[in-house]
């Protein structure tokens, strides 16, 4: 049989055989043509027209090679473990390293760490184990159990595994943001959108507690050291883990100021900043005169933030009090609206921008403006 007519033999049988794929001459090469799973450094997402070359020369030897070729391929598209990197050899600046996106993570983490400030090595390590590794962790997990994805897919995968509009989907879309940029991968699809429309939600008034609540609660705990790390949190607003990173000196002053300040540390997340007591009554309520913070390890580098913080966490469980720490400072935000303390200054004490401070609390706000203006209206 010819070479001409053995190839229009062997193309259909292919469509016989129900194959979409052909092999085809270009110059004195033999290809493959046919919808095939996108290559790895391609920016596109779903399987498409495509040609492969297969390496034989167009002569009748060559072109049975190709057909055997072609019944594999076709065979590993069926059992879905087709790679290109088994069939051809193909450019990109990233894999052209013989690397792949999983094997460029390990130099993401060291240039991830060595372009952020050294002077807060605590936030850098709460931010790495917070917003990067649980989602590298998740694009290393997708890989192992589908290995013929290519780099875009993956990350595809990885974000629609997250909750869509919530803050986990959001930190998602940021980290692969950042590694498609780090590997010089341009994505097929557009990360603001499926980032989604999370934002910082104002809370509900039956989410947190009231002062009267928060006083009785603080019965509930009967280790006094953990008492301590109640009422400092309900005074002034403090982070869980911020806690155990403050200077509590101006407390114990002998005339009792009643303007004493608890100062957050730069080792925090948010760093150094200054806390007034709202009510500055409860200062001797709770007993915050004399430091008795619980022997947790504060060693940064056998231990983080986010670590710190679930231990107070799970000792509000363990104590069955009825919110969780974080209303706290939820409800400190609120009573500072109350007393008509500044936005600005207020959001300063919390460690987090103006924007966050209204978006959060934008309900207290509102209605605090609203009565200023009713307020002002009545008064002329």
Known sequence: MEFAEYLIQANHNFKLAGVGLQIEVRGEKLYLRGILPPKPDSARLRPHQQRLNLHETANLAGLKRAVTQTKLICAQLIQGTFQWQHHTEFFSPFHSHGSSLIDAIPRFEQHFWTTRSSKNPASVQTTWQTAYAPYLAKLRAIAQHNSVLSDSELIYQAILSTTPDTRSRQICCTTFKSLAKFVGL???????????????????????????????????????????????????????????FCDYSTLSQQLRNQQATVRVQASTKTGIHEVWAFPPEWIDRFDLRAENLPPLNRDLTKTSLQKIGQQVTRQFQRYKIP???????????????????PDAIAAQMMGHSIAIHTQTYHRWISRRDQQQAVDAALSH
């Open 186 to 244: 341009t994505l097929p699809f557009d990360l603001q959108k499926l980032s989604g429309k999370y934002s910082y939600k104002s809370l509900k008034p039956r989410e947190l507690p009231d002062d009267e609540t928060i006083l009785q609660s603080y019965h509930l705990i009967p280790n006094p050291q953990w008492q301590f790390v109640y009422g400092v949190m309900a005074t002034f607003g403090l982070r869980n883990h911020e806690v155990f």
């Open 323 to 341: 919110f969780s720490p974080y209303n706290l400072r939820h409800a400190w935000a609120v009573r500072t609206i109350h007393y008509g303390l």
